[in-house]
């Protein structure tokens, strides 16, 4: 059974504040504030499978395109720009995330999948 939120733990008789320290020393070497994506798998014993993914895909863009936020009008306005290179980078590392909602899928979907998240935040990729 996988759980989306603390309600849902307490639903299923995890202790939070065991949750919470498990979680706090799986992400302490991290830099606070930056968005993870998690997946916590709860057994039928009640104990579980926490597992952390890298940084979201508009968390990487957004940085290399050195902007706070995307655009307000998206295909209206230009927010940012990343080269194809950066794409190509974020998808390395996306391609391993075992949060990542098409992890399996080829380099070149993974690829594909970074640019249109890149036009719906109005970043534009350049060569």
């Given at each position: 059974?996988?759980?989306?939120?603390?309600?849902?733990?307490?639903?299923?008789?995890?202790?939070?504040?065991?949750?919470?320290?498990?979680?706090?020393?799986?992400?302490?070497?991290?830099?606070?504030?930056?968005?993870?994506?998690?997946?916590?798998?709860v057994k039928?014993?009640?104990?579980?499978?926490?597992?952390?993914?890298?940084?979201?895909?508009?968390?990487?863009l957004?940085?290399a395109?050195?902007i706070?936020?995307?655009?307000?009008?998206?295909?209206?306005?230009i927010?940012?720009?990343?080269?194809?290179?950066?794409?190509?980078?974020?998808?390395?590392?996306?391609?391993?995330?075992e949060?990542?909602?098409?992890?399996?899928?080829?380099?070149?979907?993974?690829?594909?999948?970074?640019?249109?998240?890149?036009r719906s935040?109005?970043?534009?990729?350049?060569?």
């Open positions: 059974y996988f759980c989306s939120s603390f309600l849902c733990l307490l639903q299923k008789g995890i202790p939070i504040g065991q949750f919470c320290k498990d979680f706090n020393e799986k992400t302490k070497e991290l830099k606070e504030g930056i968005p993870l994506p998690i997946k916590i798998h039928p014993d009640r104990t579980y499978d926490l597992k952390i993914g890298q940084p979201t895909v508009s968390y990487f957004k940085a395109a050195g706070e936020k995307g655009a307000g009008k998206t295909g209206h306005e927010a940012g720009m990343v080269s194809v290179r950066a794409v190509y980078e974020i998808a390395k590392i996306k391609a391993t995330d949060c990542f909602k098409i992890q399996d899928a080829s380099l070149e979907t993974v690829v594909k999948s970074i640019i249109g998240s890149a935040l109005g970043i534009k990729v350049v060569n």
